[in-house]
């Protein structure tokens, strides 16, 4: 993401997030608190940056699987 925009949209302070559908971009310090959406193949996850994330991706914070569940045994 542009600096321009990132700096644009902490000015104008919109409560709207923005929407990301690249997963490999990298988290700034100039994007610290802003609120994200990002896209994961099948919906959206909120995404709130804070300065612990700085570095990493935004893909690692938005799972594309989803967690087994057991199957419950029947009883007789």
Do not use: C, S, W
Not at 6 to 33: C, W
Not at 36 to 64: K, S, W
């Amino acid at each position: 993401m542009h600096n321009d925009f990132i700096e644009q949209k902490k000015v104008n302070k919109e409560h709207e997030d923005i929407v990301l559908f690249n997963r490999a971009t990298v988290l700034t310090k100039q994007m610290v608190g802003l609120k994200l959406q990002v896209y994961n193949g099948i919906r959206f996850f909120p995404l709130n940056v804070t300065n612990d994330m700085l570095g990493h991706r935004v893909g690692e914070f938005a799972p594309t699987r989803k967690k087994p569940i057991p199957k419950k045994k029947k009883k007789k």
